[in-house]
């Protein structure tokens, strides 16, 4: 293997001391901390890498024989924010199940309403999670603890954790919350306090750097395949008939990749990673007039940050300072008219928009599958006191990664890889934008 010209990722993950109490898990296969799990990551799962491959060692998840806090003395806390993900009461599920029944442990807070539940201006009571009262929510959308956006101090938040007397801090949460989780870990570490903060990634989008598979992302493209199939029965539905469907996917196309590969008819695929024109012969309008002309229908999946410098830059930003996007199927939909109008040819155009849809659904089989080891594995880290690291899957294996990893670079679709050729292939968009 080439030696790398770039920095190495440091893995190593902090922890609240040593860990010198019995578990009292039985368990055939505790974790040896003195052999980490080694792999080799691609320039794909290191976006900054141009094409060079790199031997890292990661921390492996799962139960560790000595502990650094005692079970029946640990309080935990759990709290979810940012936007909605099929499978957040999975992991909220998971977690309450092994604190209790697997480690004894009595307590489990559930925050209200994301950081804001912290603050007492806000007035939000806690709910206490027990395994009587999550045994059924895995069966519901969304999250039983409600999520907000916007910034809170940190400060506020370990005084607020102090004053529960929590030792562990669960968070779920996208980017935004993930830097938040840093924050408090910044804030629990200057006050020398003993509190373990662990991080459950949540993006629908699947956009994280290192790691390979969010939870809700293979339920998200589930999803979507069926928008697209009703937008597929639309569009063959009457003449010169197109199907617009818009799918999630803010930086990057992921779901929108996925889907198209798990429901072929799709025709055109518009992604943030690949910048399209709309005018000119090589323009996207000729390239469906096109189509149109030849096959009588399109179907066209966009994601929604797909085409941003065709729109007005947005200064507009929500309440957490994310930059709202333009609406870029709404531009597509008008040029698209514009276009067939002037040149005096029919077209017929349905646009689905299902993301709130996608959101709220309740996680499928192999979400659950998913969701369920990242609540028992961020249980397993919390209690040998790790803390400022997030649990996920690396390849196949399960993980602990540093949060400054996670929070440091977005992951991105390779549109120069074996990948995006067979979805190009799939699509066959490639014909249609060349005059024929
Ligand atoms: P998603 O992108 O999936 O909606 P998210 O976690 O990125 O999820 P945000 O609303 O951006 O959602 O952030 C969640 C919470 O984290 C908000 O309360 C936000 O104010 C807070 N937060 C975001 N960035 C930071 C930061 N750099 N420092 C401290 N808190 C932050
Ligand atoms: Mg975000």
Redesign the pocket.
């Known amino acids: 293997m080439a030696k790398s010209r770039h920095a190495v990722p440091d893995t190593t993950i902090r922890t609240l001391g040593p860990a010198k109490i019995g578990t009292p898990l039985r368990h055939p296969r505790y974790v040896d901390e003195t052999r980490p799990l080694k792999l080799v990551m691609t320039s794909e799962e290191l976006c900054e890498l141009d094409n060079e491959t790199m031997l890292l060692d990661f921390e492996k998840a799962g139960p560790r024989e000595k502990l650094y806090f005692d079970p029946p003395k640990t309080k935990c806390a759990i709290v979810t ?3 909605l ?1 099929p499978g957040i009461n999975d992991v909220i599920r998971a977690i309450v199940m092994e604190s209790h029944y697997h480690y004894g442990i009595r307590t489990v807070l559930g925050i209200r309403n ?2 804001r539940g912290f603050i007492p201006k806000y007035g939000y009571d806690l709910k206490e999670l027990t395994p009587q009262n999550v045994s059924s929510i895995h069966q519901f959308g969304g999250t039983i603890l409600g999520s ?5 101090d ?1 400060g506020e938040i370990v005084d607020s954790l102090e004053r529960m007397n929590v030792n562990v801090l669960f968070v779920i ?8 989780a840093s ?1 408090i870990v910044d804030e629990v570490e200057r006050r020398r306090r003993k509190i373990a903060v662990i991080g459950i990634p ?3 989008d699947n956009d994280i750097n290192f790691i390979t598979r969010t939870f809700g992302f293979d339920t998200a493209v589930e999803k979507a395949t069926e928008a697209i199939q009703c937008a597929h029965v639309e569009a063959t539905g009457m003449d010169m008939g197109i199907g617009l469907v818009k799918l999630m996917g803010r930086e990057a196309g992921f779901i929108a990749a996925q889907a198209t590969l798990a429901m072929q008819e799709v025709n055109f695929l518009l992604v943030p990673e690949e910048p399209f024109a709309f005018d000119g012969e090589r323009g996207l309008l000729m390239a469906i007039e096109r189509r149109l002309l030849h096959r009588g229908h399109a179907l066209i999946v966009c994601a929604e940050g797909a085409g941003r410098d065709l729109l007005e830059e947005s200064r507009r930003t ?5 930059v709202r996007l333009g609406d870029i199927c709404g531009l597509l939909a008008d040029r698209m008219k514009a276009h067939f109008a002037a040149r005096n040819l029919e077209m017929n155009m349905k646009f689905i928009d299902p993301s709130y849809i996608i959101r709220s659904v309740p996680a499928n089989a192999g979400d659950r599958v998913y969701c369920g080891f990242l609540g028992q594995h961020a249980v397993h880290a919390a209690m040998a006191g790790k803390t400022g690291m997030v649990v996920t899957q690396i390849k196949t294996s399960m993980a602990h990664l540093p949060l400054e990893l996670v929070t440091s670079k977005r992951r991105y679709l390779n549109t120069d890889s074996d990948y995006w050729s067979s979805v190009m292939e799939a699509t066959g968009q490639q014909n249609y934008f060349i005059a024929q």
């Open positions: 924010c940012g936007g993900c994301g950081l907000s956006r916007g910034p809170q940190p949460g996208g980017d935004g919350t993930m830097r938040a924050a949540k993006t629908i929500d309440a957490s300072g994310n």
